[in-house]
C-alpha cells in the first residue's frame, strides 16, 4: 500500500508539469484530489486493514495529500502568472481614454416642483403641515361641508378601502388635502377651545381618484392645499397672497385674474388663471386661444368649516387654496400628458 501512495504521487507530480491553464488545472484537482482519485481510494480502504497497518497507511496518505495540495497552489500561482504576462503581452491598453462617467441620480421632477411651491410658501410664513393619506368618509366630505349624496361627490370618485360595518363612515384614500384643514383647525383650537390661535399652513401630499387616465388626469397626483384662519382675514388678503405666490413662482410681470367658481368648502369661491407664458396673453394652443392658464382654486372658508374645525365663525375667516405641482410643471414646460411622470422613462426625467 506504502509502495501504491509514493506512486498515485510521483505520477500526480508528473502529469502537473504539463499543466498550462486553469481549465487543465482544474481537471488535473478533479482527477488527483477529488472523490474518485486514487488517493481518495485510499483512503477509502484504511478501513480493511489491520490495526498494525493503518497508522503507517494513514500517515502516508495524508503526507501525499499535503504534498499534492501544496504543489496544486504553487502551480496555480504559475498559471494566474502567465495568464497575466500573457495578457499584458497581447492587449492594448490605452490609458489617454477617459474613464467611464458615474452616473448621479437627482430628484424627480414631480418632487422638484412640489418642494419649489413649498419653499415659496414657507418664505411667505406658511409651516407645513402633512396629514394622513387614509381618511374617513367624515373627513374627507361631511366636515369639509360634502354632506351625504351632495353631487358635489361626483367630481371625485374615490377609492374606498372599507366600508362594512362603518355606516356613513367608510375609509377611503383622500381624494383632496383639504381633510388636513379640519385636523389641524381641530388641534390648534383643542389647546385653547375659547380663543383658538391663528393658523397659517400648507398642506402637501399625495391624493387619489378613481378616474379614468387620460393625458390630463390621473388616479393619483400630488397636491399643495394652503390655509389661513384669523380674526379679520379678508377676500383682499387672498388675493395679495395668491397674487404674490405667482409673482414669485413665474416672475414679477406675471399677471393673474380670478373667475368666480364654486367649491362646497369655500365661499365666495374662484379659480385664479396666470396669463400663458407661451403666447403671452395673445392665445396659442397651450392656453386654448384663451390667453389664460388655470393654477390653482381658491376662496374663503366656508363657516361651516371653520364651525366644524373648532373655530366659531362669526369672529374667525380665513381663506383657502389648492394647486396641482404637476399642473403647473406640465404649463412651465409644455408636458402634454401627466403620465409622464409616473412612467419612469429615463428619456424623460433626465430632462429635468
Known amino acids: 500500500m506504502l509502495d501504491e501512495l509514493n506512486q498515485i504521487e510521483k505520477n500526480a507530480l508528473d502529469s502537473l508539469q504539463s499543466v498550462a491553464d486553469p481549465a487543465a488545472l482544474e481537471a488535473w484537482r478533479v482527477a488527483q484530489l477529488g472523490r474518485s482519485s486514487p488517493l481518495m481510494s485510499v483512503f477509502a480502504g484504511l478501513g480493511k486493514l489491520s490495526k498494525e497497518e493503518r497508522p503507517a497507511v494513514g500517515q502516508a496518505a495524508n503526507q501525499v495529500k499535503v504534498a499534492l495540495e501544496s504543489a496544486l497552489e504553487e502551480k496555480s500561482a504559475q498559471v494566474k502568472n502567465a495568464a497575466l504576462a500573457k495578457s499584458l503581452a497581447e492587449e492594448k491598453l490605452d490609458v489617454t481614454l477617459p474613464g467611464r462617467g458615474v452616473n448621479i441620480g437627482r430628484l424627480h421632477p414631480a418632487t422638484q416642483q ?12 406658511f409651516q407645513v403641515y402633512t396629514s ?3 381618511e374617513s368618509d367624515d373627513m374627507n366630505f361631511q366636515a369639509l361641508n360634502f354632506p351625504l349624496h351632495h353631487p358635489a361627490r361626483e367630481m371625485q370618485d374615490s377609492f374606498y378601502v372599507e366600508t362594512q360595518g362603518r355606516g356613513d363612515n367608510p375609509l377611503l384614500m383622500r381624494t383632496h388635502t383639504s381633510p388636513g384643514q379640519i385636523r389641524a383647525m381641530r388641534e390648534a383650537s383643542a389647546m385653547n377651545p375659547q380663543n383658538p390661535p391663528p393658523i397659517r399652513i400648507a398642506l402637501p401630499g399625495m391624493c387619489f381618484r378613481y378616474e379614468q387616465i387620460t393625458a390630463r388626469s390621473e388616479i393619483q397626483f400630488n397636491q399643495v392645499e394652503g390655509l389661513a384662519v384669523g380674526e379679520g382675514i379678508t377676500f383682499a388678503d387672498l388675493k ?6 405667482a409673482h414669485r413662482m413665474f416672475g414679477q410681470d406675471a399677471r393673474v385674474r380670478f373667475r ?3 367649491f362646497p368648502f369655500t365661499e365666495p369661491s374662484a379659480e385664479m388663471d396666470i396669463e ?3 403666447c403671452g396673453g395673445k392665445g396659442c394652443g397651450v392656453c386654448k386661444n384663451s390667453g389664460w392658464l ?14 366644524n374645525g373648532g373655530y366659531d365663525p362669526k369672529r374667525y375667516t380665513g381663506f383657502a387654496f389648492g394647486m396641482g405641482p404637476e399642473r403647473q410643471l406640465m404649463l412651465r414646460n409644455k408636458i402634454n400628458d401627466i403620465r409622464y411622470f409616473w412612467g419612469n422613462d429615463v428619456r424623460f426625467l433626465e430632462q429635468f
Do not use: K, N, W
Request: aromatic content about 8%; proline content about 2%; overall charge negative.
Open 132 to 134: 394622513r393619506e387614509v
Open 240 to 245: 395679495g397672497t395668491l397674487a404674490d405666490f
Open 294 to 307: 388655470e393654477i390653482l382654486g381658491c376662496g374663503m372658508v366656508h363657516p361651516v368649516v371653520l364651525q
Open 114 to 125: 412640489l418642494r419649489r411651491v413649498l419653499d415659496i410658501l414657507a418664505e411667505m410664513g
Open 260 to 262: 368666480a367658481s364654486y
Open 276 to 278: 400663458c407664458f407661451v
